[in-house]
């Protein structure tokens, strides 16, 4: 493919791709609510007989190396987490899209579940160590959903990598967004809103998604969490785990002092933290979407 997509493509190829379930949809606006109580997500889980089979069937896997099997589909949550239920849910429903082969990125299958997840638990524990008033699990749902984009708009940048990094070391594109835009038409932020607003996530994620190369363009209210998702991001990246040709072909916004109050020795504990983090959640969430 080798044309460019145009907002009306766009909208046929978000139509091919299948809505959330209710339940994982639902989830998402609960948790989403910085006053939900967690008796609200148990509920939730248990309309949903394929989300608690699989949330009985993570707590008990070997990566969390349990003496007793859990049986309570309470229990299992309270001992999870929401953002482990949160990735269950997204994985259940969209785990195609995180497992795809990202070939216009020069990306293999998994690479996006990898850098989303690696993300995901860097945000989320930004969020944590500098006390702002955000939802760290929230923090974790952004990352995850941040990149979504790729995948819609991988199949049509198919051997462009070149072009796009060449664009940018000559500076005739000023990152990977520019470069995409270009080659495509779109870059994959407007294509992960586009179906974040399809799929009728909460606005904090939408704006998320949108801005997470650009924080602070977000809205105000969703700014903090996209300084989180956006420093997150470049913590995978610098880790080696970006999703192919794009790796950090970004620029960094160091304006998220403003927001999150992170010394310099805290954001090199939080790249400790998400390699130990990655290996236990990698493996107990294996399969994802497989
Ligand atoms: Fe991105
Ligand atoms: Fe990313």
Redesign the pocket.
Known sequence: MDHKITMENLQEIIQSIPLLSASASRLLQVTANPDHELEEVISLVKTDANLTARVLKVVNSAAFGLMTEITSIDRAISYLGERIIVSIAIGDCAGKLFEKELSGYEAAGGALWK??LR?AIAARELVVQSGADISPDLAFTAGLL??IGKSLISDYLKDTAPDAVSQISSQDSYDYLAAEEKLVGIPHTVAGYELAKAWQLPNELCEVILH?HKPSEAAEEARALTYAVHLG?NI??LGGF??GSDSLQYHLDSGYNEYLNLPPKVLDSVMLEVDIEFQKLEQSLEGMGG
């Open positions: 850098h989303d993300t941040h990149d997470h991001d995978a990246m970006g999703t």
